[in-house]
């Protein structure tokens, strides 16, 4: 464990000179440059609310907050259940906490396996008290160090006429590769729609990977790319020794604020048009589709049983239903459902009871993720599942761990995955063509 400052957080704030219409982000892309350089633990939370075309999610996403150097590492064991372990580290170390639920965690919440092996290496759960927690909020910069507040902010500072510490470009000459080929995809598809016709589940989320094995890559790099293609308003860049994750979410999973439970679900996608008219009517197209409403609906009543198990009984409403929000590729139809949380409850327990998302498996959930293990041709590892961090307070936010690529620079290996929801009517093609339209962002990094 480092040697630290005292035996709670040292905390500093200083405003920071302009550099142009957004500081926020200029800065904050020093500060990564230099935890990288610095650390092996380094986890970057930015909402990129700047980049947002104009209508604003009705909660905000994640703060702009840089995770660098682990102070403590959370104990997990095989043999203890994660969420009691997580939950009673912070009850003896009431700090923040920053890490992620990997999706394969289902099979401990739930008596489920996955028959694809654990090739990528990623640990199911990871979870660690930062060294120094950096918060960018406009003209401010606050740094909560176990260490020295003040060397921190100097060391951001230095060299500041440096714009950036990234290249323009990165792309590898190794090609992208699909796990599943077009035919392959479309005769999946076709099973799982007879499952419904049978009455085995009535949606389930299909998910194919996308993979680039022998590489090496400048995470940095990537994610810079990344964000400027894809702007997402739960962007996370993380760094665990040599495993990354690079991620440009646009899906919040749960967040926590005093006793409030959020989740915004999201299902329904359409791309964005070319002109202003053709993009108001892809946004009219989406609004007004039943199947999507439909898909959309499903979800919702999932997430509305998935937080009654946590909730204050009569808590659990429906903020928005049916939401259109634009990103700079695509529309989404995103659902926000509310509830307050049990003063008798840990605050994990609400994490388990909910995870992982409904958007993400199906309906009903542990009969679909069945069929997900049946059906996918790769095991998903972090893919969908939840990456984000806990206060000193048990509050948290967590998204979903979507449009992310995973990279492992101990084997070479770049992973990403997409999905869209199966349901009776669904069109194996247009499904096909959904995942392209969610996978162009990610594609496009590597390959132009």
Not at 82 to 87: A, E, G, V
Request: with cysteine.
């Amino acid at each position: 464990m480092p040697t630290t400052a005292g035996t709670i957080r040292q905390e500093r704030t200083i405003l920071l000179e302009s550099t142009g219409s957004r500081p926020v982000d200029f800065w904050q892309k020093k500060a990564l440059g230099w935890a990288m350089s610095q650390y092996d633990h380094v986890v970057l939370f930015n909402n990129n609310q700047a980049s947002i075309s104009n209508a604003a999610l009705p909660y905000p996403g994640f703060p702009n907050r840089l995770a660098a150097g682990m102070y403590q590492p959370v104990a997990f064991s095989p043999d203890v259940d994660p969420f009691q372990t997580l939950f009673r580290h912070h009850l003896q170390h009431p700090d923040f906490l920053v890490g992620y639920f990997g999706y394969d965690l289902k099979n401990r919440i739930e008596p489920l396996v996955s028959r694809h092996e654990n090739t990528f290496g990623f640990p199911e759960i990871y979870f660690f008290q930062p060294l120094h927690l950096i918060d960018f909020d406009d003209d401010r910069l606050t740094v909560r160090s176990w260490g020295n507040p003040d060397a921190v902010i100097d060391a951001i500072l230095a060299d500041s006429a440096t714009a950036s510490p990234f290249t323009p470009k990165y792309q590898t000459e190794n090609q992208v590769q699909n796990r599943v080929s077009p035919d392959e995809y479309r005769q999946t598809v076709r099973q799982i729609q007879q499952d419904i016709i049978d009455g085995t589940v009535y949606e389930l989320n299909y998910c194919i990977e996308f993979f680039i094995e022998n590489t090496v890559i400048d995470p940095l790099t990537v994610y810079d790319d990344l964000t400027k293609r894809s702007p997402m308003p739960f962007s996370h860049f993380q760094r665990i020794r040599n495993q990354y994750v690079i991620g440009a979410s646009p899906e919040r999973f749960l967040k926590k604020e005093g006793t409030r439970l959020i989740s915004q679900p999201i299902k329904g996608t359409i791309r964005r048009g070319t002109t202003p008219d053709e993009d108001a009517q892809f946004r009219q197209q989406l609004r007004s589709s039943e199947k999507e409403q439909a898909e959309n609906l499903m979800i919702v009543d999932l997430v509305r049983n998935d937080l009654a198990r946590s909730a204050e009984t009569g808590s659990v409403q429906v903020d928005e239903l049916f939401g259109i929000y634009p990103f700079q590729q695509l529309f989404q139809m995103i659902s926000t459902v509310s509830a307050t949380i049990r003063s008798d409850l840990p605050f994990t327990e609400a994490i388990r009871h909910a995870f992982p998302m409904g958007s993400m498996t199906g309906a009903p959930k542990v009969r679909a993720m069945e069929l997900i293990d049946q059906y996918e041709a790769s095991r998903r590892g972090l893919y969908s599942g939840a990456a984000g961090f806990i206060t000193p307070e048990g509050d948290f936010d967590f998204n979903v761990m979507i449009r992310s690529i995973f990279y492992n620079a101990d084997t070479g290996t770049v992973s990403f995955s997409v999905g869209s929801a199966i349901t009776y009517d669904a069109d194996p093609q247009q499904e096909y063509e959904e995942c392209l339209l969610k996978a162009e962002a990610m594609r496009s990094v590597f390959q132009g």
